[in-house]
């Protein structure tokens, strides 16, 4: 099956600092990457996801980037505010499955 | 995500007992999905269907039972045979674009 790392676990930036999220994966098949925002006690919500026919995709202050080569895919947010606050957690589909595997997710909080 | 509903929000159980979650889509969505969440942990796989009247067993099957006897609803069962059954679990569902939306969740507490 796919498997998936997620660096780092817990990342803390100042309000307005930039935070990059990463996910490396292992099935070169692989070809949808979606990244999710998990508030406390809520369910993951989809916040941004790139095809493999495409190497950046960005929505107002988020981004991410796909290296094919390389095997790995980054969540980049600017700007941050203190509502961006929360878990984000990567996911590639394992395609001998047709189910996602998750990262094991990061948490981000930005200070105020 | 608001065409996916999970209930009950909140579930007790006590020991020995089965316990059946509810999941229902109504986005006409060919393939649901269980997840496990531990606190501070990720999304473990339980269950998944692709069709009705079809599952597999994910990752974590062991003590927990499914059905898919109607294409909106994917309903869980957790056995006794369930030792740690205390986390919460998402229901999700995707059209086949791999895109899947999560239900609210069911927070399992054990007495």
């Known amino acids: 099956g796919e498997n998936v790392e997620q660096h780092p676990s817990t990342l803390s930036v100042q309000e307005g600092d930039s935070a990059v999220i990463k996910c490396t994966y292992s099935?070169?098949?692989?070809?949808?990457f979606p990244w999710y925002k998990q508030e406390l006690g809520k369910r993951p919500q989809l916040i941004i996801d790139i095809r493999s026919n495409v190497g950046e995709k960005k929505d107002q202050r988020i981004a991410v980037t796909l290296n094919k080569t390389a095997k790995h895919f980054s969540l980049h947010i600017t700007e941050t505010q203190p509502e961006d606050s929360a878990v984000y957690f990567c996911a590639v589909p394992d395609t001998g499955r047709r189910a996602l595997t998750f990262g094991s997710g990061t948490r981000l909080q930005v200070q105020p | 995500d608001g065409g996916i509903t999970q209930s009950p929000k909140y579930l007790f159980r006590k020991e020995g007992q089965n316990v059946t979650l509810s999941c229902e889509q109504n986005l006409n969505h060919d393939a649901m999905y269980w997840y496990r969440q531990d606190p501070g942990q990720g999304l473990r796989l339980i269950y998944y269907s692709q069709i009705v009247n079809d599952f597999q067993k994910g990752d974590i099957a062991e003590g927990y039972s499914v059905s898919r006897e109607k294409k909106e609803s994917f309903p869980l069962t957790v056995t006794s045979a369930q030792k740690n059954p205390t986390a919460f679990y998402l229901c999700?569902?995707?059209?086949?674009?791999?895109?899947?939306?999560f239900g609210p969740g069911t927070r399992l507490l054990v007495l």
């Open positions: 999700a569902s995707t059209s086949g674009e791999e895109t899947q939306y």
């Open positions: 099935d070169s098949a692989s070809n949808y």
